[in-house]
């Protein structure tokens, strides 16, 4: 319900890959990233009695040895075309191991894709805490993505299909486009000076009841109470949910805290029930963009600016 807040609201309630590793920012899927092609030298047998080359022990960086390592997918999670990777570290990674990390970071594609790592400042975690992966443009459906972090942790998720919704705050208006079927849906959005954030926004989760407090988000004692069919779509507070202003508001003016309104007559239910962590939903029309480490904004940022935040591109 909140707009623009530093505390987020009080929550109650196979076929064989295409192969990216993503340890080279903006590869191109479709050979192991980084390997190279076997030499005339490399076919020959090795002569006899000469010792074969021991490879070298992969030592781990300390950022992946030490524990308190998080990924935000879970094993044979179905997400939707925007979700990144997004890893995350108990404790600062000091810039001069970044690189050393990144390269024990894999992410694997059936379908050819163009991806890279970022390092982002997570809204609620300090400088090089939090590192993301997200392709060029969004994920194709029906790519199976495999993640491998260091060598302790293994993911496997599946784009399962298109959401893409783009709320206009100035007709008031939420245009749903699922699997190239498109529908239009009335909505409220944020108020004057409480302006819902502009930008790609990416669903994180979904609760079917959300305790919103207007004290945890700089509102004093506006609101507090259970809003249903709630929406997660940024870690300082904005949901898409169901409000009973939008019974009278939605597709004519704008009278929220800066979440986003949608009436009781089943069409927050019929929203809530149809989206997944990972569908997109973008705002247009309104202020201030929403940044990369709100939630997932990673897609608010150039694919230039993006490649950039890799350590393997400094």
């Keep these: 319900m909140a707009r623009r807040t530093r505390i987020r609201h009080v929550v109650r309630g196979a076929a064989a890959a295409v192969l990216c590793a993503g340890v080279l ?11 190279a092609a076997p030499t005339e030298d490399d076919r020959k047998p090795a002569s006899a009695g000469t010792p074969s080359p021991r490879a070298k022990p992969v030592v781990e960086p300390a950022a992946l040895r030490r524990g308190g390592v998080r990924v935000n997918v879970a094993d044979g999670q179905r997400v939707g075309v925007g979700m990144p990777v997004s890893v995350t570290f108990d404790r600062p990674v000091p810039k001069a191991e970044r690189a050393a990390v990144e ?14 790592w970022s390092w982002v400042k997570d809204r609620n975690l300090h400088e090089g805490q939090r590192v993301d992966y997200r392709p060029k443009a969004y994920w194709k459906p029906g790519t199976k993505v ?9 993911r496997g998720f599946t784009v399962a299909r298109s959401l893409v919704a783009t709320v206009d705050v100035r007709s008031h208006t939420m245009t749903v486009v699922k699997d ?6 009335p909505i409220t959005a944020g108020a004057p000076g409480m302006d819902t954030w502009n930008g ?21 004692d506006a609101y507090a109470g259970y809003y249903s069919y709630a929406v997660h779509l940024t870690t300082s507070g904005t949901y898409l949910h169901e409000n ?46 929403v940044a990369p480490g709100n939630g997932y904004g ?16 400094a």
């Design 103 to 116: 390269r024990r970071l894999k992410v694997r594609a059936s379908t050819p894709t163009t991806g890279s």
């Design 180 to 185: 190239g079927v498109t529908r239009r849906v």
């Design 25 to 35: 920012a903006g590869c191109s899927v479709g050979g192991e990233s980084g390997s």
């Design 244 to 289: 009973p202003k939008a019974n009278t508001y939605a597709g004519n003016s704008n009278v929220t805290h800066g979440c986003i309104g949608l009436a009781t007559d089943g069409t927050a239910r019929r929203f809530y029930e149809e989206v997944i962590p990972g569908d997109v939903i973008r705002v247009t029309g309104s202020k201030e963009t």
């Design 298 to 313: 990673d897609w608010n940022v150039s694919w230039d600016e993006w490649r950039a935040g890799s350590a393997l591109n």
């Design 146 to 154: 495999t993640v491998r972090v260091g060598s302790g942790i293994d």
């Design 200 to 220: 790609t926004m990416v669903v994180s989760d979904k609760q079917r009841r959300v305790f919103m407090d207007s004290r945890t988000v700089g509102y004093a």
